[in-house]
């Protein structure tokens, strides 16, 4: 690991004194120590519980959002718009297998609920909004409502 080894040449101490003798869990605790943490504990809780990343394109005619959604049923997703925002939510269920005498030693792969309230920059015709999941790649259109004054239209120029 890097950070240890760094630590004694970036502090003001040598490695005989100070806090570079000390170590870096024990500055951890001293930077946080009469500080209240609970905030961080629920900030953490909810980074360690899975949440699809999103890419949100604004097209000409659409808005365009894709959400990855690898390992997840169609019918584990649900998709809502209400007042100028897309909601995605779901559940991603955990796939190991419970087997007598099987222990995982390590696992990284998240599981759980999850909400994304994503607000639409443009309006968009609800009832025309289509949804298509392929690979694990969720890909949902939101076709835009052009007004009049919005869209484009060629003036002819007459001759005299």
Known sequence: MIVPTLLPNILPFNSSRG????GLSSIVDDFFSGMDVEPWREMETKLAAFTPRINVADE???LKVTAELPGMAQEDIQLSI???????????KDERE??????YRHTERLYGEFERVIPLQAEVDSDKVEAVMKNGVLTITLPKIISESERERKISIKAR
Do not use: H, M
């Open 19 to 22: 806090l570079a003798r000390r």
């Open 60 to 62: 000409p005619s659409a």
């Open 82 to 92: 209400r007042g100028g925002y897309l909601t995605l939510r779901g559940v991603k």
């Open 98 to 103: 419970e087997v007598e005498g099987k222990n």
